[in-house]
């Protein structure tokens, strides 16, 4: 690993991870166990950390190729929703993240699922609270989608993405405000968001805005992930 990014143990696994995820992302191999790459299995308790931290994007190759995910991912990433549960003052972004951990786990391994069932897509009985979305400035909206941007997948529905359906001008707002401000996970986050969703301004040029922000944030493999995860639910859409 390039100890530039070895900050931490914690922030080392992060990284490795994510790069194993783009890795993926970009093979479209159905074989590997993301995880394994990572040097990471139920006994890492670094690792089991990290997984959290990357959330349900472990298993978004898998959602965005369309094949079963690995068996060890899915074990471990049932081991992190088991080990990290929220606290009761736990943030909203937070609670939302393990949701999508565990929405995600209903979705792509549903027999598998032993850590209590999530509610299924498009229903919100089971959901945490999200009116404090509705009400926020655009900025701390942007912001707070950009954290929650593993939740924007195909096929998938919550109330966060009805708020972000109904704040897409908002949203490119915030796109470009990350942008300008060279906030490149945000803005990562941010357009991967819009890349899933309709009514973008026709001005905004989210494509050329990927192409920039990949360009500019390259050595956080996280950006690199919401970039790719973008542009295959683009090409998703487009289809």
């Not at 959602?63 to 074990?75: E, M, Q």
């Amino acid at each position: 690993m390039d100890q530039s990014h070895a900050s931490s143990p914690l922030a080392g696994a992060v990284h490795d991870l994510a790069t194993e995820v783009v890795l993926a992302l970009r093979s479209g191999d159905h074989l590997a166990m993301v995880c394994g790459a990572a040097g990471i299995d139920e006994g890492n308790r670094t690792g089991i950390a990290a997984v959290r931290v990357i959330g349900a994007d472990l298993l978004l190759p898998s959602v965005l190729h369309g094949h079963n995910p690995h068996p060890g991912d899915i074990a471990v990433l049932h081991r992190a929703v088991r080990e990290f549960p929220p606290r009761p003052d736990s943030s909203d972004a937070t609670a939302w993240s393990h949701w999508g951990m565990m929405s995600a786990l209903h979705r792509t391994a549903p027999a598998t699922t032993a850590t209590g069932q999530p509610p299924a897509a498009g229903h919100s009985t089971g959901e945490p609270d999200a009116a404090w979305l509705e009400a926020a400035p655009w900025q701390a909206f942007t912001h707070q989608l950009s954290v929650l941007a593993p939740l924007a997948v195909p096929a998938a529905s919550s109330a966060v993405h009805r708020a972000a359906a109904h704040r897409v001008v908002d949203l490119s707002r915030g796109f470009v405000r990350a942008v300008r401000r060279r906030n490149w996970l945000q803005a990562a986050g941010a357009g991967r968001w819009l890349a899933s969703l309709d009514g973008r301004p026709d001005s905004l040029g989210l494509e050329r805005g990927l192409d920039f922000v990949e360009l500019m944030g390259g050595p956080d493999p996280r950006v690199i992930l919401h970039v790719r995860a973008a542009r295959l639910m683009a090409e998703g859409r487009a289809r």
